[in-house]
């Protein structure tokens, strides 16, 4: 009796500590994006993840809409973006269940061709993707200024958009935070940073197919355990990244000029808090919310929405147990 006793203790110890540590598996993840300093996080994340015995197998989209479209018709598992227009559009059985990044893009254009918004009333300004949150800032910004885009032109990857903006193919586009700092650097006498209405919102979050979540959650577990692992280690110490980095050969052939700019970004991302360490949750949601159906890509009045019918909370709420939260 007493040794029954002791194993009934120890599988209820098991089991309230969540799914236990998964024997393999593979987990399928479609990024629409290139490798760069933003996507390092992540790409050091998911080499933890096979550290600890688990197969991912990554597929570089490339387009965020192209990735969103492996995740629905089931060629990933895991896709990596802000998914609302599609979840609501094709009902696709898709949900968001961990908020990684919240927005935070800056509008460079020629200053002299565009001294102001107005002056981009017609012209052509270039974003990352469709369905991508560059879009719906670019939206955004339409109805904040009372303009409207000749054309919105996709060019992904903020790297791409940079350096185009440098050669002027580009003379109009949304960068992320190295590379702003890296055009304004290169030529800060050619290019402006144009305002934007304050914003609160998903830039990048993890979403897959409901059904792979379900029976998969002892993979789902050991991924978010390293994702907030690596989210809460680099906001503490920015350097981590970089330690990371080298301890596992990411990024080799990164350009001089950005790997200059990997340290600073993290650390000016880490300050302003744009790095989410507890997968957001139900206040995530109902920012994005707000945000996505000013910007237009969710049709209907922010307070109607569902939390459930666009994220899956269990997963993010698994691991931040298993993580002592």
């Given amino acids: 009796m007493k040794a029954l006793a002791c194993i009934a203790t120890l599988i209820l110890a098991i089991t309230a500590c969540g799914p236990a540590e998964p024997a393999g598996g593979t987990i399928r993840v479609a990024l629409g994006d290139i490798e760069s300093v933003e996507t390092l996080a992540l790409f050091i994340a998911l080499e933890r993840v096979r550290e600890r015995g688990i197969d991912v197998e990554l597929n570089e989209l490339a387009e965020e809409d192209l990735a969103n479209q492996a995740v629905v018709g089931g060629q990933a598992d895991i896709g990596l ?40 009333d017609g012209e052509t300004f270039t974003v990352h993707s469709r369905g991508s949150g560059t879009e719906a800032i670019a939206r955004l910004i339409e109805q904040v200024e009372g303009i409207e ?36 650097s290169e030529d800060p006498d050619r290019f402006h ?43 503490e110490n920015p350097s981590f990244v970089v330690e990371e980095r080298e301890r596992l050969g990411l990024l080799t052939d990164l350009p001089p000029e950005l790997e200059e700019e990997l340290l600073p970004y993290y650390e000016q991302a880490g300050e302003e808090g744009l790095f989410t360490t507890d997968c957001g949750g139900s206040e995530a949601a109902q920012d994005d919310f707000e945000f996505y159906t000013v910007a237009g890509t969710l049709v209907g009045e922010p307070e109607d929405f569902a939390v459930e019918d666009f994220w899956y909370l269990e997963p993010s709420e698994q691991a931040l147990e298993s993580l002592g939260d």
Avoid: H
């Fill in 81 to 120: 973006g802000a998914p609302y227009g599609l979840i609501q559009e094709l009902d696709a059985p898709v949900r968001i269940f961990c908020q990684l990044q919240s927005l935070a893009f800056f509008p460079v254009v020629d200053k002299e061709l565009y001294p102001d918004w107005q002056a981009l």
């Fill in 149 to 184: 885009f000749g054309e919105l032109s996709y060019v992904p990857g903020s790297e791409v958009r940079a350096t185009a903006l440098l050669q002027g193919n580009v003379t109009a586009t949304i960068l992320d935070i190295p590379n702003k700092n890296f055009v304004m």
């Fill in 193 to 235: 940073i144009l305002p934007v209405p304050d914003i609160a919102a998903s830039d990048e979050a993890l979403f897959g197919n409901v059904e792979w979540l379900q029976e998969n959650e002892a993979l789902v577990q050991v991924l978010l355990e390293e994702v907030l692992t690596v989210w809460r280690s680099m906001v």
